[in-house]
């Protein structure tokens, strides 16, 4: 995937999740159906899979991974927020 014009390059485990929370944008997703999705149902009760591979992802997308505002973390919950385009206006 491209972020601005720099190529970023995730894991298949990564870009599963990634898929879920653009399909999902602006939506509350558990912790157990985003592992059930993107690493299978063995995993489900796994949620240390998810915690790392969701840090690995902030490391690569977010401008300042220690203060996410893509990815939001909730305990036991995660959803993706992008910015409104008034915030893009901004940024401009």
């Known amino acids: 995937m491209w972020l601005g014009e720099q190529p ?3 894991s298949a ?3 599963r999740l990634l898929l879920q929370f653009t399909h999902n944008i602006g939506k509350v997703l ?3 159906e985003l592992l059930d999705k993107c690493v299978g ?3 489900r009760d ?6 790392v591979t ?19 973390p909730v305990p036991g919950w995660v959803t993706l927020c992008l910015p ?8 401009l």
Request: glycine share 2%.
């Open 46 to 51: 796994d949620k240390e899979i998810l915690w």
């Open 13 to 15: 485990t990564e870009y």
């Open 30 to 32: 558990a912790a157990e």
């Open 41 to 43: 149902p063995e995993y």
């Open 84 to 91: 409104s385009k008034a915030d893009l206006r901004q940024e």
């Open 54 to 72: 969701i840090a690995r992802l902030r490391q690569k997308v977010e401008s300042d991974p220690t203060n996410p505002g893509t990815l939001s």
């Open 8 to 10: 970023v390059y995730l």
